[in-house]
């Protein structure tokens, strides 16, 4: 355990307990703290310094410590007058807090206000501790996750006393009577002072004697009429060897006198003239406030006019949503990725050093030309870009950028836009060099850099005009079919629960919308300016969603008490692109929002000619970059617990085509006819083993325009349906994840014809969430002529993967290849919701070919910060024979071959290499694994060398 110079161990916890961890400079705060105690130091009355416990970070364990103290109690614990003694303690303590903080932020100072903000953001009475009229918050930063289920003494551990050991000499001990190791490092601070910034970190920890570096000392920048002339002392010279404070310096700008008053300029001359015609006497006056006012009568009647219309704006329900900019976001930090957490309107500029290479803000969407080059098929794509993303998670895009432009110098190849979170970038090109680029690029950029080339692909609606004079007399004929109505006696949502909806473009100003809008934005113009487009695609889907309800007019909504997001993603001609809807999801995101519908999908012509054989051909070998792109944004989506809701098409095709909807954990919702008895999908609805959940889809009558409403057909009406299911489900309990939220509407949903999802019930929905009981929604793993199953008991990620015959890898990355393989189940994908996780690999019966297989197991990430080593589990069953493998892996293992087995010829299956791992404390065994270990990483080598030259062997 962590020992810390006078101060006494208040418990230890583990990160996997929290969320909402506060980040500082791409930093946790806690790996901040050094600078956040000398603001406290500086800043806040000593009475009140020790209220913030000192942490101790070793991986994702944290021990709090306090000041020495006899005797301490948990705040949460205490009752009557006791409690509330240290209830008003704890009040004044951050009433201090909170005072100081809006003193920094009235004097510039918002750095040291963010720290201080971020340290007092959560207060848990369960780690307040309370002694000697005092209280101490021991775990701070963060707060703890709602669906955990350990008991506090669990996560909050308390430690036991260190004791002393035995020695000749006693050690040197604390006031508590504690132990202490001896001190190594100390903090060297920086103080600006009243007239500068510092441009860089105001304190350090540096080891004992070691001299500061360049480095180690910050910018100063100094305010207007100041200029900096160095420090009191010279930090280059100082040798560290205890704590240490360097102050700047400074001395005022010289003051050039004034030059005589100039002669005033003509248009200073005629106010002048103006205001002595509005202030004298006279019938003149008067006739001039006259036509004064009438002029501002007519600008404020078109003012008002275009309200309804172009310009509409988020206005002050911008400050009513309960929902927040999600600051925990480890790889966003606090510049905000491709948006600006503190203010996500305001574009982020391109760092120095970039500017020649980089456009000017990072995440700001390139103008699509007048008369682009628009290459029809399937997708209709835009012929002069190209995206690349990058999967090397140790590089920044922005260095790749750099690297690009070495290789195309020429102006013909442009980066155009950028985003450093999920590391992708978008290139401008000549268009006839369009193919050549996407084959040689991730070749070209080898071993430095991973990277997928894939188009600009132009997005639609998914929906089906109706004639809007055609007035179905049951308009309200869906709701009744999936029991919205018997819904609505259990709740009608939360407004603590937000919908984004991802669309064309909105009318704001409709009654069943506009008190309901938070935080719009249109991702064109990095603005709150939302206008509706002439097909009012956003304005109908957003109402079926959530339109309110008894308000005597018009429809309700499925969830018509919580809130709206509307997130505009066509530009005013009306185009939306695959970067426009994926920044639109992300903003979302990242905004907090609960719920997000996407209605929207690729342009693509003549599926609907083409074979189901050829359009499984398409699920499984093409769009694979664009596959990767969106499975990413699912990881980020499962990380903040929001759930994503797609139309499934309405092109009658399998969906799948379309590299959007085949994440697991992205809901494709299907629709069904609405006359049909017996559920029946809906001639144009798209169908498959994709298509998760189905709702109605035909004669939806809906919002549009300023008050209007109209009916539409489309799977684009069918996933707001759904959408709004899911906002009234996280209403009764919002820690579901996306996985129990299907496995809920799948078990209590209807069956249905045409080979699409289960149709919705909402009523039992609702009533399955409200009955808290658990939800066992471990999928059934598919079994063939070959089956590889994985089991594994925690959270450390494993992958496996299995080689075919002809040397196609079938694993997370590629989880179906041309012989019938699949990953079908990939349980990791929404850590850390289940504790005992499956991977299961297989081939249809009748679909394996003959040939030689290898399995292999990788050790892909460390999520258990005290688990070093994962048991496992691969059951392999082949050629009516089955095989049961057991072992241990650990993190430096990286890879391991666990066997080999042929079907169509003499078997010949080989043992797991680790095997013996079993048996650790067998004769020889260490050795024996080591050569095992040795003869694993040679068989990589050969099959990675077999599958080069077979790569050689296409290509000639």
């Known amino acids: ?228 002339v160095g420090w009191n002392e010279d930090p280059k010279s100082y040798q560290v060897t205890g704590n240490k404070e360097f102050n700047a310096q400074y001395r005022p700008k010289e003051v050039v006198s004034p030059l005589p008053a100039p002669i005033l300029p003509w248009y200073l001359r005629f106010w002048n003239w103006l205001k002595m015609l509005f202030t004298g006497s006279g019938c003149l006056k008067w006739l001039l406030w006259l036509l004064l006012i009438l002029l501002l009568l007519l600008l404020f009647f078109w003012l008002f006019r275009s309200c309804n219309g172009h310009n509409l704006r988020g206005g002050a329900a911008l400050n009513n949503n309960d929902s927040t900019w999600l600051k925990d976001d480890s790889r966003v930090g606090n510049d905000g990725g491709i948006y600006d957490p503190h203010d996500p309107y305001k574009p982020v500029p391109t760092p120095p050093g970039y500017e020649d290479i980089l456009p000017p803000q990072q995440g700001v969407l390139p103008p699509i030309e007048d008369d682009p080059e628009i290459i029809p098929g399937n997708p209709t794509i835009i012929g002069n870009r190209l995206n690349i993303l990058m999967e090397n998670e140790d590089k920044s895009i922005m260095d790749f950028a750099k690297d690009f432009k070495v290789k195309y110098p020429d102006e013909r190849y442009k980066v155009v836009y950028y985003d450093n979170v999920v590391k992708r970038l978008q290139i401008e090109i000549p268009s006839d060099k369009r193919e050549q680029l996407k084959q040689e690029i991730p070749d070209k950029f080898k071993p430095d850099y991973k990277l997928f080339v894939f188009d600009e ?157 050829e359009q499984r051909d398409l699920i499984q070998n093409h769009f694979k970059e664009e596959e990767r792109l969106w499975r990413e944004i699912m990881r980020i989506a499962a990380g903040h617990n929001s759930t994503i809701v797609l139309a499934a098409g309405n092109d009658n095709v399998l969906a799948g085509i379309e590299a959007l909807q085949r994440p697991e954990l992205f809901i494709t919702v299907s629709a069904i006819d609405k006359n049909s008895q017996n559920l029946a999908k809906a001639n144009f609805s798209n169908y498959g083993s994709y298509s998760k959940i189905s709702a109605p889809g035909v004669g939806i009558y809906s919002t549009v325009g300023a008050d209007n409403y109209e009916t539409m057909d489309g799977t684009s009406m069918s996933a707001p349906i759904v959408s709004g299911a899911v906002a009234l489900m996280k209403s009764l309990k919002n820690s579901l994840t996306t996985k129990q939220i299907i496995c809920i509407l799948q078990s209590t949903g209807l069956s249905t014809q045409g080979n699409i999802g289960k149709f919705i019930q909402l009523d039992k929905a609702l009533q399955k969430v409200k009955s808290g009981e658990e939800f066992d929604c471990t999928p059934t793993p598919s079994t063939g002529d070959v089956q590889i199953q994985l089991n594994w008991n925690n959270y450390n990620d494993l992958d496996l993967y299995c080689t075919d015959p002809k040397g196609e890898t079938v694993w997370f990355k590629n989880k179906s290849i041309p012989s019938g393989g699949q990953l079908e189940i990939d349980m990791n994908v929404e850590y850390p919701d289940s504790k005992k996780p499956i991977e299961n690999i297989y081939w249809p019966t009748g679909g394996a070919p003959n040939g030689t297989y290898n399995v292999y197991l990788q050790y892909y990430k460390k999520q258990e910060p005290n688990i070093n080593e994962t048991p496992y589990t691969i059951d392999v069953k082949y050629g009516g024979k089955s095989e049961n493998y057991k072992g241990l892996i650990r993190k430096e293992d990286n890879a391991l071959h666990i066997c080999t087995f042929t079907i169509g010829g003499e078997s010949n299956t080989r043992n797991p290499p680790n095997a013996t791992r079993n048996s650790p404390n067998s004769p020889g065994s260490d050795r024996r694994n080591t050569l095992l270990q040795k003869r694993d990483r040679l068989q990589q080598e050969l099959d990675r060398i077999d599958r080069e030259l077979k790569d050689i062997g296409n290509h000639r």
């Open 457 to 613: 692909t132009l997005f639609e609606g998914k929906y089906t005009p109706n004639d809007p004079a055609v007035k179905d007399n049951n308009k309200n004929w869906y709701l009744h079919k999936i029991k919205a109505p018997q819904a609505w006696d259990i709740t009608r949502g939360s407004d603590k629960i937000t919908i984004a909806i991802v669309d064309n473009g909105f009318n704001l100003q409709h009654p069943e919308l506009r008190s309901k809008v938070v935080q719009p934005y249109n991702v064109w113009t990095h603005s709150d300016e939302i206008f509706p487009q002439q097909i009012d695609h956003g304005t109908h889907v957003a109402g079926t969603a959530l339109a309110i309800g008894n308000n005597e007019q018009g429809i309700c909504g499925i969830a018509p008490n919580c809130k709206f997001m509307p997130i505009q993603v066509a530009d005013e001609k009306g185009m939306m692109t695959t970067t426009s809807v994926l920044d639109g999801v992300l903003y979302a995101l990242y905004q907090g929002a609960d719920v997000i519908n996407v209605s929207l999908g690729g342009q693509f012509s003549g599926l609907s000619q083409i074979s189901e054989s």
């Open 1 to 228: 355990m962590p020992i810390v110079k006078g101060k006494k161990p208040l418990c230890t916890t583990e990160l996997k307990y929290f969320k909402a961890i506060q980040i500082i400079s791409e930093k946790t705060i806690f790996d901040r703290y050094s600078a956040l105690q000398t603001i406290i130091i500086n800043k806040i009355d000593t009475k009140y310094q020790d209220f913030i416990a000192y942490p101790v970070k070793e991986d994702d364990v944290i021990t709090f410590f306090g000041p020495p103290m006899e005797s301490v109690r948990i705040l949460s614990d205490l009752h009557g007058e006791e409690a509330e003694k240290y209830q008003n303690i704890k009040a004044e303590t951050l009433s201090h807090y909170r005072g100081k903080i809006d003193e920094l932020n009235n004097s510039g100072k918002t750095t040291e206000a963010d720290f201080l903000t971020v340290s007092v953001k959560y207060v848990d009475d369960r780690f307040v501790y309370c002694y000697d009229d005092k209280v101490i918050l021991g775990v701070w930063g963060m707060s703890l996750r709602d669906n955990v289920r350990e008991d506090i003494s669990e996560i909050r551990k308390t430690l036991p006393p260190i004791k002393k050991t035995k020695s000749e000499t006693p050690p040197e001990e604390t006031p508590s009577g504690r132990e202490e190791t001896p001190i190594t490092s100390f903090i060297v601070s920086y103080n600006a002072g009243e007239n500068g910034f510092l441009n860089g970190d105001s304190s350090i920890h540096k080891e004992i004697n070691s001299q500061l570096s360049d480095d180690d000392i910050p910018v100063v920048e100094p305010k207007e009429g100041y200029e900096f």
